[in-house]
């Protein structure tokens, strides 16, 4: 029996990948204000659409901001989002098998 799509969560992946999309836009140089006020707009955009930031054409990115190219697309891969987070304590790959060995060592195996 195939699952029903949860709004909730496709809430909450839309809102992760705009914050990526802000990060990308002040990695090039914009300040975060104005890159969040513009991710805003497009995220609304998207929302009216009912389609995806991944859905949203270069041309349609590139409406609010020439900063945008195709390099855009990459952001918004949870993959790639999760292994470009750096600091302690993060999602990333390297942070997580930091904890998990730490939780190991602190934790009573089974017996």
């Known amino acids: 029996m195939p699952q ?3 709004p909730d969560i496709a ?3 839309r809102g992760r990948t705009g914050t990526e999309l802000a990060d990308y836009l002040v990695r090039k140089g914009m300040p975060f204000r104005k890159a ?3 991710v805003g707009k497009i995220v609304n955009d998207c929302v009216s659409k009912k389609i995806t930031l991944r859905q949203y054409s270069l041309k349609e990115y590139q409406r609010y901001s020439k900063i945008f190219g195709n390099d855009v697309y990459k952001v918004l891969d949870v993959r790639v989002s999760i292994r470009m987070k750096r600091s302690a304590g993060s999602t990333s790959p390297v ?3 930091k904890a998990l060995r730490v939780w ?3 934790l009573p195996a089974k017996t």
Do not use: M, T
């Open 104 to 106: 190991r060592r602190k």
């Open 4 to 6: 029903k799509k949860n």
């Open 36 to 38: 969040h006020a513009i």
């Open 11 to 13: 809430k909450l992946i």
């Open 95 to 97: 942070e997580v098998a």
